[in-house]
């Protein structure tokens, strides 16, 4: 009966105390590195056959990484075509979404609006973003390299690994 006490006395307690402001240094960083992205992918076109990858893992492999083709996928977005987007990373939308979302409440911060920040700020708790997006992310990721590997496996049999492998077995 007292933890539970203490345990509702703590909650009371800690209402009572407003939370530390929100970093204004921080949404100025937010607000210009996103509005760069943002920039980019309007002004830039990317192809969307032949060109070179800078993915370490994908270079080894011949596989995509979780994160492959979220630059074409926010190009894609930046241009208007959602189909295209989804095409290139799955998740690529959401995430440009939650960037956007982001990009709003680091502009909200410098605009001293604190109802849309608050408000944002308990969305993301409710939802634990970071870690919904982390597990959406090593899902898809898996679940793309298994269908490669079942269906399209000729991008891993000419991989650097895959000779390196060959040659270490006679």
């Keep these: 009966m007292?933890?539970?006490?203490?345990?509702?006395?703590?909650?009371?307690d800690h209402r009572q105390?407003?939370?530390e402001p929100?970093?204004?240094?921080?949404a100025v960083l937010g607000v210009a590195v996103l509005s760069a992205v943002f920039l980019v992918s309007l002004l830039i076109s990317l192809p969307e056959r032949e060109y070179i990858t800078i993915c370490g893992?994908?270079?080894?492999?011949?596989?995509?990484?979780?994160?492959c083709?979220?630059?074409h996928s926010f190009c894609a977005l930046g241009k208007g075509d959602v189909g295209a987007a989804f095409g290139f990373n799955?998740?690529?939308?959401?995430?440009?979404?939650?960037?956007?979302?982001?990009?709003?409440r680091s502009g909200c911060v410098l605009l001293n609006r604190t109802a849309v920040v608050e408000r944002l700020d308990r969305i993301a708790r409710r939802i634990n973003i970071v870690k919904a997006f982390a597990?959406?992310?090593?899902?898809?990721g898996i679940a793309r390299i298994v269908y490669l590997?079942?269906?399209h496996p000729d991008a891993v049999r000419e991989s650097p690994l895959s000779h390196f492998i060959a040659r270490l077995i006679p």
Aim: include cysteine; glycine fraction near 8%.
């Design 57 to 67: 893992f994908k270079n080894l492999t011949g596989l995509p990484c979780p994160g």
């Design 135 to 140: 597990i959406a992310f090593a899902v898809y």
């Design 90 to 104: 799955l998740m690529g939308p959401p995430l440009f979404f939650a960037l956007v979302l982001l990009w709003i």
């Design 17 to 19: 105390f407003p939370a």
């Design 22 to 26: 929100p970093s204004r240094k921080l």
């Design 69 to 71: 083709g979220l630059t």
């Design 2 to 12: 007292e933890t539970e006490l203490a345990a509702n006395q703590t909650i009371r």
């Design 149 to 151: 590997l079942a269906y």
